[in-house]
């Protein structure tokens, strides 16, 4: 039987190389792409004919699309619509391969539970938010780590830590991700052994497998909760980094 | 665990992550959803506007109302007033012919008053003169000598008065 850590591993479906780095075609790439094409078909089905009172799939589309503005709304102000599409965008894409991966075929495969993925998107956020803070405050960003109204002893050493905290954002963001996601599917597969071993007992077949299995059953339902609230809490962090960016508290 | 084996996973999937990313953010987001971004500020517009609209509309009636209620009192008002006028106006009628029928009677009453008393007079100076004859004859009866005519006469009065 595979093992619970199985799951994670990378199957090269078509290799690639480019200039020493391996490039490879993967089953994550594959589920990035389907992530992408399940995206791209519910957001174009959904604005192809926009209409003032909408339709079923707009109405959907437009659901979310306003839950990200409220949520810019609420902790950025104004100036946070600008963002909505990119804060959307990582919404979406986490949110689609969180749930992708909740499929429940031997083939399918979580891309947010590798750390690679997960770091590359908060890098994509931590970028933008360098490049925004500095943009609209020049060295007038490194403020954000100044505590307002205390001595230079104290301050200074007050700097030091938000400057680290700061600079770790991007892992504690990827981090949290990976970990949501790889500890539930390590879950739900360690269960899901337990269903095959106890339930291939040999004296009371099938009998000691339906507790694990209801196990399973309501662990599903809590990994997609899970998988939901993890894509809510990328994107409103990825939002609080931005607020600090734009309005420097 | 196959995601700290850094060496074979990491770069292909950031290569990956970086391709879906780009065309999810530039070739579908970026196209779709600031045609929804429109179509919903173009709701918000509309909604405020009929809002606006049926606030508009609201405040007219309301004006409307009260130059109504305005116009009402106005009108209670004067008809309040022209009705004191009428009576106020009546009453001073009455009270004019009140004092006129009072002066009317008070001279009719001054003129019988007068009557009576030219009457009156007359009568007692027809009596005076009755009277004077009267003793005048029962003087000369009795005495056989005629007194004068002036003696009786203040005799008379006297005894009238008296």
Known sequence: ?249 | MPQFDFANVFWSQLFWLAITFSILYFGVVKLTLPKLGRVMEDRETKVTGDLDQAEEAKASADALEEAHVATLNKARDTARGSVAEAKAEAAKAIDKKVKAADKRAEAKLTKAQAAIDTARNKALGQIEAVAAENASEIVTKLTGAKPSAATVKKAAKAALAG
Request: hydrophobic share 55%; aromatic share 14%; with cysteine.
């Open chain 1, 1 to 249: 039987m595979a093992g619970p850590m199985e799951q994670f591993e990378l199957e090269t479906i078509h290799p690639i190389e480019a200039g020493g780095f391996d490039l490879s075609f993967t089953n994550s790439s594959l589920w990035m792409l389907i992530a992408l094409g399940v995206i791209s078909l519910f957001l174009f089905v959904g604005t192809a004919r926009p209409q003032l009172v909408p339709g079923r799939m707009q109405a959907a589309v437009e659901y979310l699309y306003d839950f990200v503005r409220k949520m810019l709304d609420e902790n950025v102000g104004p100036e946070g619509r600008r963002f909505a599409p990119l804060i959307f965008s990582v919404f979406i894409f986490v949110l689609a391969c969180n749930l992708l991966g909740m499929v429940p075929w031997v083939g399918s495969f979580t891309p947010t539970s590798h750390i690679a993925v997960t770091l590359g998107l908060a890098i994509i956020v931590f970028a933008i938010v360098c490049i925004v803070g500095f943009a609209r405050h020049g060295l007038k960003f490194f403020t954000l780590f100044w505590p307002a109204g205390s001595g230079v002893l104290l301050g200074s050493f007050v700097f030091v830590i938000e400057f680290l905290s700061f600079l770790s954002r991007p892992f504690t963001l990827a981090i949290r991700l990976f970990a949501n996601m790889t500890a539930g599917h390590v879950l739900l597969k360690v269960f899901g052994t337990f269903v095959v071993g106890l339930g291939s007992f040999g004296a009371l077949p099938y009998v000691f497998g339906i507790l694990p299995l209801a196990v399973n059953v309501a662990l599903t339902g809590l990994e997609v909760l899970i998988a939901v609230v993890q894509a809510y809490v990328f994107a409103l962090l990825a939002s609080l980094y931005l607020n600090d960016a734009i309005n420097l508290h």
